[in-house]
């Protein structure tokens, strides 16, 4: 019976045993590797904690690790890098050694061994997966990993999270998928490897041993992780000797502290230049922006806080050193590259760098005080050595980097306002769509109008459930209303980067660049055509050539205004709106004369009679009217021309000489097209109709003209902003007809018709008055009409 | 004659519809951001729970006002000789100073319960560098705190650092310029202990000043703040990674060094309190926002909240041992603070993807 109950008793236990072994199985299949993962790390670390008291509590995690591994990783790593797995279960055998050994030391370097041996192992599973095109074994495997340290400034990388995603639904290819995860999954373990390093000797200064071992150990699992991309770059003699070099720091980091150090810069100079993960021709472009933008307003900030050898205002220091740090990160980001391409310059540069970031720091922190034309040569002398080093495709696509720029600019802005400086805040605010308006708004105007307008209200004067930010520190607002406007400003230019980045082909930026020249050219074509056409006669066609002559000079100054150095357009596109605003009324006054003049030979020829009654005769009436068609000719041309120019230099940064040419002269053509076929049709009409289409053209364009300048002169703040509640209407009414809801602008479109009609019945009436008083008096019927001649008829009647 | 015409007028009307289809072009599709994903998640909780603590930091600031408003009357009767104030009114300036001490270890605990939230949040995050995490410009210009201190009398202390900070430094005297140089047996007990000194009353006062006027603004702003889901992503992935700085105060804290410690902040109260009480309001922030992450991936919503946990009660055992009476070596407060930094750095990643998944955006 004994025998029988032992028999059973064993079989009972056996059964248990392989149940609670099933049951753990099951569990741990159940269990993410992730979780799996994670399970394990922390463990081992509280194996760590607890091995000088605790040996046995230790032992039982590092147990508990193994066999999580075991059940729940070990398959997939094993099949997919073999010597991953290898390197974790010698680990483990190294784990149990140092607990029964008491070494803490030991354990760290072993612990550390096999985290980035689940790492590795992770990374193989997930690329394995991709090229199979398994989606979701990647998308379980994947969170697998480690993130770049996190901080309060910096984001972690998402962007193999997303393309996995995406790889999953279809949108992206395998390709694709694989260098995105490669580009997020590198970049973050050659950013651990380099904290590694610098933690290590950091943990030697301080003496910290355990430490020290498994910091020594991360950086050569790193180094693991990176080995294909480091052998694909570097070839295999020279991956066998790197990883050489990180294995003797490991040893030394345990057995020979005191060969640390020269161990450490044999590591370092095995990593010099490479780069595991190399940066995107978009993440080029973003930090060849940055370089070039921040480096550009080192000097300018500068020279508005040094006076006299002395500071004035430290904001200013401030910003250029804010600005000086973007440029040097950007420019490290980059120096590899740079490196690569010219050893030489790229050592000038970081020179160049290095000495201006000193003076800086100096004049930051009073020690001395550089002078502001050394700070700007030095920046120049910069610039001029980046030009030549810098790819000119870096340049193109770098709206991204204009973006961060903006931002810079904009936090600026709200440290400005927090203080009280309301007027360095407005600096700032002014250099923000200073950048904003010679990069990213050129596009905009075509692939996204309405977003501009958003973008323009909310940085300049807008009224609506956020107030422009002009308007807000005009009137000293409270700091939250600026920075609730910068948060709502932040949105939209977050929604700007999306739709540049989708319209970067060589046709947008052609189209883009058509369009805004057509649609500027057009009105000024529109009153030029139909006045040169209704100046039929011998006499009236000398006419033509002031007005010759004014487009003329215009396209001058817009050649002239396109040769100027980028820079000086930088400085004075803060005021591009404001130049735009005052052509813009000079254009509207002129075309009202003008059009009075066409309208009414006889009130224009009396005004100026009026004009030369007194006694210093200041101007011939031919010559003022001959200034006066000039200045149409100009005024119509030019009213455009400077922000034309901005945009198009926009556009060729980004897309070339070439594609900009092709798109303006399409857009020339039609426009001259449009303007033969005004002088055509009205050239074969009778001159009543002419006079009457004309006399449309123009009235319709000079109310476009007043509507659109009374919006910017309500941008700039020149002219109050009242919405019109409850008419909301579309954007393209704004951007084509100069219609847009505010009181102010409607207001001014319906006064300036008025005017044009009111002042053609004035006239009339005028000159009937005159006709009438001045014929003889004769005898007439009443049945018989009086046909009062018009000055301009072809025949003139009179019948009593 | 008649053909041209009409050819022409309808080669100018093509082109002129050509224009006005080319303006009437749909704009540009809306990028994914959180402007699509407009807040449909019940985040009220986050803000009673924010509103709540902004009111009780309210109260106590305005306790350690009054304290410091009674020394630095009896500061100026005494024409500010402080040998002579402490000779002449030992009780009732013991009296106001551990009130004020009283009043700032209430309202800093307090406020570390809420600065995951403020600190995390693009519309307050102004508020944390100006009352608990802003440089003063002389160690940090960068990220030195935005407001000069005018004192009483006239003097102006540019940029100071921030106001906790400030004010822990003057009540326990750990900055020179802070202080009166006399020390003052406070408590009584026969000897001069560890913060035992009067303050520079101006100082005082200024500082308790600024700290009101903040915390009362910080109040307004909170009170119109619209928690969005932008806003709680944000503050999760901004304020979890944060543990390495507050690891590294710790670590050079008087906690662990003892007097060999130079750091004049996190001296009263240990910096793992101060830990435990942003993860406490960063869970609160996260309680809001898991259904809506368990929409998009249920296991990784269940595993961020166990993360979260783990990492408080992690905090949490370590200070425990520290008030238990064990003191820390470097090197174990190092493998700590390692320990700390990875979790936390592994819980804003997952809350990161997360994030991307859903088309929230994280605020730079």
């Known amino acids: 019976m004994p025998k029988i109950l032992n028999r059973f008793l064993i079989a009972v236990l056996i059964a248990t045993l392989a149940a609670s072994n099933l049951l753990g199985a099951a569990s741990a299949a159940s269990t993410s590797p992730a979780q799996a993962a994670e399970t394990i790390r922390s463990a081992l670390v509280q194996a760590q904690l607890s091995l000088t008291n605790d040996a046995r509590g230790s032992a039982d995690l590092v147990q508990d690790a193994e066999t999580m591994y075991q059940t729940a990783l070990s398959t997939g790593i094993s099949t997919s890098n073999s010597e991953a797995h290898l390197r974790i279960v010698s680990a483990f055998k190294a784990l149990k050694e140092s607990i029964v050994e008491s070494d803490a030391v030991s354990f760290a370097a072993a612990r550390a061994q096999i985290w980035t041996g689940i790492l590795a192992g992770s990374t193989t599973i997930v690329e394995d997966a991709i090229q199979s095109g398994d989606g979701l074994t990647a998308q379980t495997w994947l969170p697998v990993r480690e993130f770049r340290t996190a901080t309060r400034f910096s984001r972690p990388n998402v962007g193999a999270t997303v393309a996995v995603e995406n790889f999953i639904t279809g949108k992206t290819s395998t390709d694709a998928t694989l260098l995105s995860v490669r580009a997020d999954l590198l970049d973050t373990y050659q950013a651990r490897l380099t904290e590694s390093l610098r933690d290590l000797t950091v943990a030697d200064g301080n003496g910290f041993s355990t430490r020290r071992a498994e910091l020594a150990a991360l950086a050569e699992g790193y180094l693991f992780i990176l080995s294909p991309a480091y052998l694909e770059q570097r070839g295999i003699e020279a991956l066998s000797q790197t990883q050489a070099a990180f294995a003797d720091l490991r040893i030394s980091a345990t057995d020979d502290p005191q060969l640390l150090a020269e161990k450490l810069m044999i590591v370092e100079k095995a990593l010099n230049n490479f780069r595991a993960a190399p940066l995107s021709p978009a993440e080029q472009s973003r930090r060849a922006g940055q370089l070039v933008r921040f480096l550009s307003l080192v000097a300018v900030e500068y020279g508005r806080g040094v006076v006299d050898g002395r500071v004035t205002r430290d904001i200013e220091i401030q910003e250029a050193i804010t600005f000086y740090t973007g440029a040097y990160a950007a420019f490290s980001d980059l120096k590899d590259l740079l490196d690569a391409r010219d050893h030489q310059q790229t050592v000038q540069a970081d020179a160049l760098f290095v000495s201006l970031g000193n003076q800086l720091s100096e004049t930051g922190t009073g020690k001395s005080v550089a002078r502001p034309e050394a700070i700007q040569s030095q920046t120049d002398e910069l610039a001029a050595l980046l030009k030549i080093l810098i790819p000119e495709d870096w340049l193109s696509n770098s709206a991204q980097g204009d973006f961060d720029v903006i931002a810079s600019m904009l936090d600026q802005m709200l440290v400005a306002a927090r203080s009280g400086e309301y007027d360095l805040a407005e600096s700032s605010r002014l250099d923000a769509y200073a950048i904003m308006e010679t990069g990213p708004e050129a596009k905009l105007i075509v692939f996204a109008p309405e977003l501009k307008l958003r973008l323009e209200e909310l940085f300049w004067n807008g009224q609506g459930e956020h107030k422009g930010l002009a308007y807000l520190i005009k009137n000293r607002a409270a700091y939250s209303e600026i920075k609730a406007t910068r948060i709502q400003l932040d949105t939209s230019l977050t929604e700007a980067q999306a739709v540049l980045g989708k319209n970067t082909a060589p046709l947008a930026i052609a189209m883009n660049a058509g369009i805004i020249v057509f649609r500027e050219g057009l009105e000024a074509v529109v009153i030029l055509a139909s006045l040169m056409s209704s100046l039929k006669s011998a006499e009236e066609r000398r006419y033509r050539k002031p007005m010759w002559l004014g487009v003329l000079l215009a396209l001058l100054a817009s050649a002239l205004t396109w040769l100027l150095a980028h820079g000086i357009l930088q400085s004075l596109a803060r005021y591009g709106e404001k130049l735009e605003a005052v052509v813009s009324i000079i254009a509207i006054a002129v075309l009202l004369l003008i059009m009075n003049w066409f309208f009414h030979n006889t009130y224009w020829t009396s005004w100026l009679a009026n004009f030369h009654s007194q006694k210093r005769r200041l101007l011939s009436k031919e010559t003022g009217l001959w200034l006066g068609l000039i200045m149409l000719g100009f005024t119509s041309v030019y009213r455009e021309g400077f922000e034309i120019v901005l945009f198009l230099q926009a556009l060729v940064l980004e897309g070339g000489v070439g594609v900009v040419v092709l798109g303006v002269l399409v857009s020339f053509a039609a426009v001259v097209l449009v303007g033969m076929i005004v002088f055509r049709l009205q050239k074969s009409l009778p001159y009543m109709k002419i006079l009457v289409i004309t006399g449309v053209f123009i009235g319709s364009v000079l109310l476009q003209m007043v509507g659109s300048t009374a919006h910017v002169l309500q941008v700039v703040g020149w002219l109050p902003i009242h919405v019109v509640k409850g008419l909301d209407l579309p954007y393209w009414l704004g951007t084509w007809f100069g219609i847009y809801p505010t009181w102010e602008g409607l207001g001014l479109q319906f006064a300036s018709a008025v005017f044009v009609v009111g002042s053609y019945y004035l006239a009339e009436g005028l000159r009937k008055q005159r006709i009438f008083s001045a014929r003889p008096q004769m005898p007439h019927t009443l049945a018989e009409p009086l046909k009062v001649p018009h000055p301009k008829t072809e025949s003139i009647e009179i019948t009593t | ?364």
């Open chain 2, 1 to 364: 004659m008649v053909y041209e015409k009409k050819f022409a007028i309808a080669t100018l009307i093509f082109v002129l519809l050509a224009s006005v289809a080319s303006a009437c072009a749909p704009a540009a599709e809306q990028s994914s951001t959180a402007g699509e994903n407009a807040s449909t998640t019940d985040l009220d909780g986050i803000k009673t729970y924010l509103l709540g603590k902004s009111s009780e930091l309210t109260t106590s600031s305005k306790s350690l006002k009054a304290a410091s408003d009674k020394y630095y009357e009896m500061a100026k009767t005494a024409n500010f000789d402080y040998a002579a104030l402490r000779a002449s009114n030992a009780l009732e300036v013991s009296a106001a100073l551990t009130a004020a001490k009283s009043a700032w270890i209430v309202a800093s605990p307090l406020y570390e319960q809420m600065e995951g939230i403020v600190a995390g949040t693009p519309n307050l995050a102004e508020y944390d560098v100006i009352l608990d995490a802003g440089a003063s410009g002389a160690e940090d210009p960068e990220n030195a705190v935005p407001f000069d201190l005018t004192l009483p009398d006239g003097r102006i202390l540019p940029k100071p650092g921030n106001l906790f900070g400030v004010l822990e430094s003057t009540l326990w005297g750990t900055y020179a310029d802070y202080t009166s140089g006399i020390e003052a047996d406070l408590d009584g007990n026969g000897s001069i202990d560890f913060g035992e000194n009067l303050p520079d009353a101006n100082v005082l006062k200024a500082g308790a000043d600024a700290l009101d006027q903040y915390t009362t603004e910080l109040g307004s702003a909170a009170s119109a703040w619209q928690p969005t889901e932008s806003d709680a992503f944000t503050a999760l992935v901004v304020m979890v990674p944060t543990m390495s700085e507050y690891f590294n105060s710790w670590k050079n804290s008087r906690f662990i060094l003892g007097d060999a410690s130079e750091q004049r902040d996190f001296v009263v109260i240990s910096r793992l309190l101060d830990i435990q009480n942003i993860l406490g309001s960063l869970q609160i922030v996260y309680g809001e926002v898991k259904p809506l992450v368990e929409s998009a991936d249920s296991a990784q919503a269940a595993q961020i909240e166990q993360s979260l946990a783990d990492l408080k009660r992690f905090v949490a055992d370590v200070h425990a041992k520290e008030q238990n009476g064990y003191q820390h070596t470097p090197e174990e407060a190092d493998v700590l603070g390692a320990e700390a930094q990875n979790r936390a750095t592994a819980i804003a990643g997952q809350v990161a993807q997360i994030a991307a998944k859903l088309n929230i955006s994280v605020e730079e």
